[in-house]
């Protein structure tokens, strides 16, 4: 017989409103703020080593720049004049507009355990424990609308002072980010109390898990066809390498920013295997399209970027075998339909959650294409406007919404056993 001490009684978590909103304020500033903070420094200080690109005292506000671009925040200077453009005049001014998608998956992830820690308590309240996962979001958006003011840019390289950031952004922008992910985290911590809310109880929680499978299915598959794309087109990748090397410093550092927006890019390569074309944007005009079936130079502008960069200004076509990448999206969302459709009791009932997962999976390839849309200033006084790179938000949603509806149909009806007849 072993003898040992009882054990403590578990204290019960204190769920009065000013105390969530005290622990919420905490988590979202140590949890959530406190570690973009530090990696946008981190950040900051290797480009400085690598490259030289600015001064040794400038690399701190630089890193405040990478924590604000964490949450997609724009930076804008308006120009009151300057050298004739060649693009519409209602695009004067610079924009930059970049979600490193490194440090927004951060973000996403911090917050959703955020999120889920201030529901601890409120387990059995769905609707409480979304509300107080959304807690830790003043404890991030407010730091970043501190830090802000702070920040000034400039490229005179390009002709460009003062890039200030847009305050209102470095404040709403976070807010909404973190606190629908904090969110969605309150609820992941109420789930079961969720699935046992009637019959849409488990239809949305089986939605969102076969939507975010999906997704993540979909970014994975991505990833492994550009890297199969790097193993049968070695010409490109080997001159991508040459120009690293020759590049010297700031080689480097293009290849670590270059990893920074590696989700960018499979955020725009999911699209675009959907039928999405990525779209090169100088100011409103757009010179150039890339399709599965090759790139496509638009008007005199295209041409002209197409001749400066080496490559024929008429359409330079992809193999056919490029058109296997049709494949990644049809292979995501019918994996995620078969997670959605789990435990369904029937194929009605699974196609239905399959279907719900395909709206959450559109959802999701929508705010990640307006996230990877990269926004640069170079020349946009001569231009008439900034260079966008990216593909539409609007008709990726609309198209993945297909593509999730019908995958995740198929996907949640294809692996369900019939149920036996009933005896008599």
Request: aromatic share 8%.
């Amino acid at each position: 017989m072993s003898a040992g001490f009882p054990a403590a009684p578990e204290t019960p978590a204190d769920t009065r409103p000013t105390a969530l909103l005290r622990s919420g304020v905490r988590r979202g500033a140590l949890l959530v703020f406190l570690p973009v903070f530090v990696a946008g420094q981190a950040i900051a200080w290797l480009t400085y080593a690598v490259s030289r690109w600015y001064r040794p005292w400038s690399w701190f506000k630089i890193g405040l720049a990478e924590t604000l671009a964490s949450a997609r925040v724009t930076f804008t200077e308006r120009s009151s004049g300057g050298p004739a453009g060649i693009g519409p005049s209602s695009q004067a001014g610079s924009v930059l507009e970049v979600g490193i998608g490194a440090l927004a998956i951060a973000v996403v992830v911090l917050a959703f355990r955020a999120g889920r820690e201030q529901a601890h308590g409120l387990e059995e309240r769905p609707l409480a424990a979304a509300i107080a996962g959304a807690g830790p979001s003043l404890g991030f958006a407010v730091p970043m609308a501190v830090i802000a003011p702070f920040v000034t840019l400039g490229f005179p390289q390009f002709g460009i002072d003062h890039l200030r950031p847009v305050w209102w952004e470095a404040l709403v922008l976070p807010l909404i980010v973190c606190a629908s992910c904090g969110a969605i985290g309150g609820l992941s911590a109420a789930r079961a109390a969720l699935e046992a809310r009637g019959r849409w109880g488990p239809r949305a929680v089986g939605a969102a898990r076969g939507g975010f499978t999906g997704f993540s299915w979909g970014l994975a598959l991505v990833f492994a066809g550009f890297l199969v794309l790097a193993v049968l087109e070695p010409g490109a990748t080997g001159a991508y390498a040459r120009f690293v090397d020759r590049s010297s410093g700031s080689g480097a550092a293009l290849l670590v920013q270059h990893a920074l927006l590696l989700p960018n890019q499979f955020g725009m390569m999911l699209a675009t295997s959907m039928g999405i074309p990525t779209s090169l944007d100088v100011g409103a005009t757009t010179v150039v399209r890339l399709t599965l079936s090759g790139i496509h130079p638009e008007g005199n502008v295209g041409a002209g970027l197409a001749a400066l960069v080496g490559a024929p200004s008429t359409a330079a076509a992809f193999p056919v075998w490029y058109l296997a990448f049709l494949a990644i999206p049809a292979a995501a969302t019918v994996i995620g339909g078969r997670s959605a459709g789990r435990a369904a009791g029937g194929r009605p009932e699974a196609a239905l959650r399959g279907a719900l997962a395909g709206v959450v999976y559109a959802v999701l390839c929508g705010v990640a294409s307006w996230a990877a849309m990269i926004v640069l200033p170079p020349w946009s006084a001569i231009l008439g406007g900034s260079l966008r790179l990216g593909v539409d938000p609007a008709s990726t949603m609309l198209v993945a919404l297909l593509w999730g509806v019908v995958g995740g149909a198929i996907g949640s009806t294809s692996w369900q056993v019939p149920r036996p007849a009933a005896q008599p």
